[in-house]
């Protein structure tokens, strides 16, 4: 079975400075797709940002960007410029391939970041 | 689009109680998923349902059910409240029917069982 794990529970950032959070997993499979969700205090969860395994190249989407170390079943999120909005709760997510006409996800606990002006 | 949305915000009940909850997915999804979010545990997965079938399922009691109708709208249900059922429950919708599907959640419902 797949687990995802965040050993980071809470981390603070000074506004304009970059920050990472960190994510491991563990799973037997060779490709599956990992994401970051937002969820902001009160507010519905966004997707940040995806990577697909097979994909050597980390994802970046303007100020968010991933480290992602395959064989070390590492996956970390890296925020530069942290601005006020950034603060929230953010998930570590794994999913498996659509095998089967199906597939899963499977959450890691959070960690929330705290921006700090 | 309007977005996922869920009925009602926030719901008190007590132990042995039954609740109801219901999500409406973005127009043209046809997947949407449970999920429990708890303090500690993060998000964990309930079930799936894809054109009113459920097509994936979690490692929750049989007191959580769901189902689906036609016209893709999901209702979860929990039998005989427990006060550890108190937590956020999110649904999430999707086409479903492709390798990537990007999930979409709705503000969710907050449980409190008293």
């Known amino acids: 079975a797949q687990t995802v794990t965040q050993s980071q529970p809470e981390m603070s950032v000074q506004e304009a400075e970059t920050v990472t959070l960190s994510c491991t997993y563990d799973?037997?499979?060779?490709?599956?797709?990992l994401f970051w969700y937002k969820q902001p205090p009160s507010r519905q969860m966004i997707l940040v940002i995806r990577?697909?395994?097979?994909?050597?190249q980390n994802a970046t989407e303007n100020r968010f960007s991933v480290n992602f170390q395959k064989a070390a079943k590492s996956f970390s999120l890296k925020i530069s410029d942290s601005q006020l909005g950034d603060a929230a709760m953010y998930f570590c997510?794994?999913?498996?391939?659509?095998?089967?006409?199906?597939?899963?996800?499977?959450f890691g606990t959070g960690t929330r970041l705290k921006v700090l002006a | 689009k309007a977005g996922v949305t869920q009925t009602p915000r926030y719901l008190i009940k007590t132990r042995g109680q039954q609740v109801t909850l219901s999500c409406s997915p973005i127009?043209?999804?046809?997947?949407v998923s449970w999920y429990q979010q708890t303090p500690g545990q993060g998000l964990q997965f309930l079930f799936e349902?894809?054109?009113?079938?459920?097509?994936n399922k979690g490692n929750f009691p049989g007191r959580f059910s769901g189902r689906q109708f036609s016209n893709s709208r999901s209702e979860m249900n929990v039998s005989t409240l427990e006060l550890g059922d108190s937590a956020l429950y999110l649904c999430?919708?999707?086409?479903?029917?492709?390798?990537?599907?990007?999930?979409?959640f709705g503000p969710g419902t907050r449980l409190t069982v008293l």
């Open positions: 999430a919708s999707s086409p479903g029917t492709s390798e990537y599907n990007e999930q979409f």
């Open positions: 799973t037997s499979e060779s490709d599956y797709y």
């Open positions: 990577q697909e395994a097979y994909k050597q």
């Open positions: 997510a794994y999913r498996t391939l659509y095998t089967s006409g199906t597939y899963k996800y499977i």
């Open positions: 127009s043209g999804h046809r997947s």
């Open positions: 349902y894809f054109s009113e079938t459920q097509r």
